[in-house]
């Protein structure tokens, strides 16, 4: 795979209203667009986030903060604190691209058929990066 663009670059945040306020006065991120997301884990158990969305020209800067339950980047804001969660980068085939990655050793860690998938990137450094399907 080779990476020609990034589209999203995504922070674990603990105060979402905070921090858009900070990057919004200090560095003129903005406008912000909220969202809140809910749902059950595997287990049935209930969670929520908001989430916050903003551009720097072309990549969308996403905000997650989680506000009752356990998500996706709560772990990482247990043992990490707050930050780059992952970096996403749009591809033609998100399905293709998962089977070459996991079979070099990247570990997927979810994938949703013909929409997205987080990886653990492999090698040093830790990072997930999240692939995500171009629009045609």
């Known amino acids: 795979m080779k990476v020609t663009s990034v589209c999203q670059i ?3 945040v603990k105060d979402i209203d905070e921090t858009t306020e900070a990057w919004s006065r200090l560095y003129g991120f903005g406008p912000w667009t909220f969202a809140e997301m809910s749902g059950k884990d ?3 158990r209930p969670w929520k986030a908001r989430l916050a969305f903003a551009y720097l020209g072309p990549v969308e800067i996403e905000l997650i903060q989680c506000t009752e ?3 996706f980047q709560s772990k990482f ?3 990490w604190g707050e930050g780059v969660h992952h970096i996403a980068f749009p591809v033609k085939d998100v399905d293709t691209e998962v089977e070459k990655l996991k079979k070099e050793g990247a570990g997927l860690i979810i994938h ?3 929409g997205f998938a987080y990886l653990d990137a492999g090698g040093p450094g830790g990072a997930i990066f999240e692939l ?3 629009e045609a």
């Open 10 to 12: 995504s922070y674990a």
């Open 42 to 44: 595997a287990k049935e």
């Open 69 to 71: 339950g356990r998500i």
């Open 77 to 79: 804001l247990d043992t």
């Open 112 to 114: 949703t058929p013909g």
């Open 132 to 134: 995500v399907q171009k």
